[in-house]
């Protein structure tokens, strides 16, 4: 599989490979779509664009990204809230090892996390309410797994693209540290969004290409 690496300046540098999205029909609005969504799958113009986040902004856009265990599921419930979702891809942020496999990753030895690029629209949707979407979606009490999945590779974690981001994901969870989760510890890293890597074509929208509704991480 063709992998191209990708540097992006966020202050810090943002590094991002691509697997070669072939077969996921045409484009618009700068998007490469799956077709029984409607929802893009290059957030960013991932693979198009050295600084994906100037790309995200130029339209009016903003970037976001999740860890919530396995990244099937967490991907699949984002694009289940369709609105102000423009595109979504799944890859491994928050390790140490340049361009990692998935083989790699599970490993457990290159410090990524299974992660999810959101790019969305946020006059349709706040940051705010992507940030308690995601806490929705999976158990973030659970330390370094969710469910039956296991491994730092599967963490909780909200990855920072700026200033704003960061205190609005730690204000939402100390908001639910304090009520929801009063009697219990939520593990959710909050970090400065760094070296970003593209999963291997064959693990995006992966519920969604099989015509499946997302069955992992479903809290």
């Given at each position: 599989?063709?992998?191209?690496?990708?540097?992006?300046?966020?202050?810090?540098?943002?590094?991002?490979?691509?697997?070669?999205?072939?077969?996921?029909?045409?484009?618009?609005?700068?998007?490469?779509?799956?077709?029984?969504?409607?929802?893009?799958?290059?957030?960013?113009?991932?693979?198009?664009?050295?600084?994906?986040?100037?790309?995200?902004?130029?339209?009016?856009?903003?970037?976001?990204?999740?860890?919530?265990?396995?990244?099937?599921?967490?991907?699949?419930?984002?694009?289940?809230?369709?609105?102000?979702?423009?595109?979504?891809?799944?890859?491994?942020?928050?390790?140490?090892?340049?361009?990692?496999?998935?083989?790699?990753?599970?490993?457990?030895?290159?410090?990524?996390?299974?992660?999810?690029?959101?790019?969305?629209?946020?006059?349709?949707?706040?940051?705010?309410?992507l940030v308690n979407d995601f806490f929705?979606?999976?158990?973030?009490?659970?330390?370094?797994?969710?469910?039956?999945?296991?491994?730092?590779?599967?963490?909780?974690?909200?990855?920072?693209?700026?200033?704003?981001?960061?205190?609005?994901?730690?204000?939402?969870?100390?908001?639910?540290?304090?009520?929801k989760y009063a009697n219990q510890h939520?593990?959710?890293?909050?970090a400065k969004a760094g070296p970003f890597?593209?999963?291997?074509?064959?693990?995006?929208?992966?519920?969604?290409?099989?015509?499946?509704?997302?069955?992992?991480?479903?809290?």
């Amino acid at each position: 599989m063709k992998t191209i690496a990708l540097w992006v300046a966020l202050g810090s540098a943002l590094a991002l490979s691509l697997s070669a999205l072939a077969g996921h029909g045409g484009m618009d609005s700068g998007f490469v779509k799956v077709a029984n969504s409607g929802i893009g799958v290059t957030p960013g113009d991932i693979g198009k664009r050295m600084d994906i986040l100037q790309a995200a902004r130029e339209r009016g856009h903003d970037l976001a990204m999740f860890a919530g265990g396995c990244f099937w599921g967490t991907e699949g419930q984002f694009r289940l809230i369709k609105k102000g979702i423009a595109a979504t891809a799944v890859g491994y942020s928050g390790g140490h090892v340049p361009n990692p496999t998935y083989e790699m990753v599970c490993s457990h030895t290159t410090g990524h996390a299974e992660s999810v690029l959101v790019e969305f629209d946020p006059k349709q949707i706040s940051y705010e309410q992507l940030v308690n979407d995601f806490f929705q979606m999976h158990d973030p009490t659970q330390v370094d797994g969710q469910g039956p999945d296991l491994g730092n590779n599967y963490r909780s974690a909200i990855f920072y693209f700026d200033n704003d981001q960061e205190a609005i994901a730690r204000k939402v969870k100390n908001e639910l540290q304090s009520t929801k989760y009063a009697n219990q510890h939520i593990a959710t890293e909050i970090a400065k969004a760094g070296p970003f890597w593209m999963a291997e074509d064959y693990h995006q929208q992966y519920y969604e290409k099989r015509g499946m509704a997302p069955a992992c991480n479903i809290h």
